[in-house]
């Protein structure tokens, strides 16, 4: 088997060689035995949704299936029995063109981009839009992230399939179309047009004179094959420019291209892991970073509802590890992990494979990535171009990012005392969780969060800058050593009076 690896929205593509021009076509027996062995060897629920999956198999490759149609209707049915939304089989053409709408290629449609923008929600079962594609006739149309779509020219969408309601929005023949729309406790209707999707960069970049100093703007729209490198160019110009400090915006941003995640990642966090896969029987497997880290200066990040996929996990890590602010409203939540294997015909099957969590153990499908700071902004920036030329004057969480990492900085002292865990009969370097303690002191130092430490008696001490208490405590209360009492911490503003250099001898 010829393999080819996409990861796109936390998702995996496996294509098989195609069948060269003489050979016999794959029989359509042979089509349903294929889509049962892949689901035997992949769907991420040991159980099956609690159906004896050989069963199924003596069923299906029971009977005689004489047309490929036959052998297309017993595969659908027989994903059914998994109750699984996101697991469905694929025509070539919806196969294909949604490869093009995940990889950013796709020209024409309405924004609402197949299982990117547009999914069944994993919870209610309804036809949600997770995000419209910025600047595509869904987003000028006005519709939101979470809206539901009850119908579609008048056809409803209750029980219908992604795949069919994709071929309804796909449809060359209608360039309009009449959604209804339900939105918390409001049902109206709203034209979307299909055209042209704006062919733009991945990110946006643009240094933004500020008052109290020059901000590094990154708005990221979609995890591209192109977006990594776009990210080094944009961090390393604005750099170059005098940026002295870094707002990413992930808003509106659905997923995309999983390895163009971890390289951006790298670029804020170096090689790190970044988030856990969970697979069959609880199997865990770790998503790393990859690349160097381009930067160590202050860096906050904006979410919304628009926010989901592979930016929730890149927000998730960027949380987590303290490397970034996180400003705006709770994230969508959407963390399975699926695989799109092409079929003998080259039809395709989609199915679900695992699920992502963030490294400390947060499920991104139930519970999104909800913010440090919870600022909501106007919903009528999506209907404007985007991401703006120039910050909104209503865009609260922009201009609240940028106060968070331009305030000014103040100082305070740490005290490392032993505690009821430390083992007296044993030097520093042999105390449990010694080696995990050092490491996290020198990521603060690398990151300029520690200006100076020292030893006296049998205690240590660090100065540290932080923009307040509460942070300056997070970043220490969380030391292993801490957490397990092997040091106790006592924290103190600290207020020099005299100024000068220690140099090192």
């Known amino acids: 088997m010829q393999r080819y690896l996409w990861h796109a929205l936390l998702f995996t593509f496996t294509f098989l060689p195609q069948i060269a021009n003489g050979q016999s076509a794959a029989q359509p027996h042979q089509l349903v035995a294929q889509a049962w062995q892949v689901v035997q060897q ?15 198999r003596r069923e299906f490759l029971a009977r005689d299936y004489r047309t490929r149609a036959e052998a297309y209707t017993a595969i659908s049915n027989m994903l059914l029995r998994l109750n699984n939304p ?5 025509t070539q053409k919806e196969f294909t063109a949604m490869l093009a709408e995940l990889s950013g290629t796709a020209t024409e ?11 069944i929600h994993e919870q209610t079962r309804k036809l949600t839009v997770v995000t419209p594609l910025p600047n595509s006739p869904a987003a000028f149309a006005g519709l939101q992230p979470g809206d539901e779509i009850l119908k579609i020219n008048g056809v409803a969408t209750e029980g219908v399939s992604l795949a069919a309601a994709m071929r309804h929005l796909r449809d060359p023949r209608a360039n309009k179309m009449n959604l209804t729309i339900q939105r918390a406790s409001q049902s109206f209707e709203v034209e979307v047009s299909r055209g042209l999707l704006t062919s733009t960069q991945t990110v946006q970049a643009s240094l933004r004179e500020e008052k109290a100093g020059k901000i590094g703007y990154l708005a990221l729209v979609q995890f591209t094959p192109t977006a990594g490198a776009e990210m ?28 163009a995640c971890q390289d951006i990642a790298g670029m804020f966090l170096g090689e790190v892991k970044i988030a856990n896969l969970i697979s069959r029987s609880n199997d ?8 160097e880290r381009l930067t160590d200066k202050p860096l906050a990040v904006l979410v919304n509802a628009g926010t989901a996929s592979a930016a929730e996990v890149l927000a998730g890590a960027l949380q987590e590890s303290r490397r970034a602010h996180i400003v705006g409203t709770r994230t969508f939540g959407k963390g399975l992990v699926h695989n799109a294997q ?21 499920d991104i499908l139930t519970e999104g990535i909800m913010p440090d700071e919870i600022v909501a ?25 940028v106060e968070k990492l331009l305030q000014k900085k103040k100082l305070f002292i740490a005290i490392f005392s032993l505690g009821p865990a430390w ?20 990521r603060l130092r690398a990151e300029k969060k520690i200006l100076l430490g020292a030893r006296y008696a049998d205690k240590g001490m660090i100065i540290l800058s932080a923009a307040d208490e509460p942070e300056a405590r997070a970043w220490l209360e969380s030391d292993p050593m801490v957490v397990n009492s092997v040091f106790t911490l006592a924290l103190h503003p600290f207020q020099p009076f005299y100024y000068g250099s220690i140099e090192k001898e």
Not at 86 to 90: G, M, N, V
Not at 109 to 119: K, S, V, Y
């Open 42 to 56: 992949q769907y991420y629920d040991s159980t099956f949704n609690n159906v004896d999956w050989s069963r199924v």
């Open 86 to 90: 996101a697991t469905r089989w694929l």
């Open 109 to 119: 449609g309405t924004g609402l981009l197949e299982l990117l923008c547009l999914d």
């Open 232 to 259: 080094r160019e944009a961090i390393n110009r604005l750099t170059q420019a005098g940026a002295a400090a870094f707002v990413l915006d992930l808003r509106y941003n659905p997923g995309g291209f999983l390895p």
């Open 284 to 291: 865990f497997s770790e998503l790393q970073a990859q690349g």
């Open 342 to 362: 092409q079929l003998a015909d080259s039809s395709g099957l989609m199915i679900t494979i695992a699920r992502a969590q963030t490294v400390k153990g947060r």
């Open 377 to 401: 902004a106007p919903e009528e920036l999506l209907k404007q171009p985007w991401p703006p030329a120039a910050a909104p004057a209503g865009d609260r969480p922009y201009h609240r990012a």
């Open 423 to 442: 083992q007296k009969d044993k030097p520093a370097h042999e105390q449990a969780h010694f080696k995990e303690h050092s490491a996290n002191l020198q």
